[in-house]
Nanobody, 124 residues
Framework: QVQLVESGGGLVQPGGSLRLSCAAS????????MGWFRQAPGKEREFVVA????????TYADSVKGRFTISRDNAENTLYLQMNSLKPEDTAVYYC?????????????????WGQGTQVTVSS
């Protein structure tokens, strides 16, 4: 059974930082493209960032470029998202997802497995 479990969310002030983790089990982690998506209240789920199987390629949404960094540890089956200079508009539930095609990394339907999400709230 595939499981993706996010952690690391919480409440942070504007300008602060958080590091999200996504622990994967039940799949060969290194065979999957991994992505982070987010969903704010009343809005559709949106792409944040993705990373290729070996971690050699990444692609970011313009809204987080230069502030967020994705990484992965294939030996530990874990995906990370370092979020710096957080803004109130970054408030959302953040989901990690596993997919097969890096060329479709920004497409929600291209992902096979999803975590349950972790809440990130940016507020003073």
């Amino acid at each position: 059974q595939v499981q993706l479990v996010e952690s690391g969310g919480g409440l942070v002030q504007p300008g602060g930082s958080l590091r999200l983790s996504c622990a994967a089990s039940g799949l060969t982690f290194s065979n999957y493209v991994m992505g982070w998506f987010r969903q704010a209240p009343g809005k559709e789920r949106e792409f944040v960032v993705a990373i290729s199987r070996a971690g050699s390629s990444t692609t970011y949404a313009d809204s987080v470029k230069g502030r967020f960094t994705i990484s992965r540890d294939n030996a530990e089956n874990t995906l990370y998202l370092q979020m710096n200079s957080l803004k109130p508009e970054d408030t959302a539930v953040y989901y990690c997802a596993a997919g097969s095609v890096y060329a479709h990394a920004k497409v929600i339907s291209a992902y096979d497995y999803w975590g349950q999400g972790t809440q990130v709230t940016v507020s003073s």
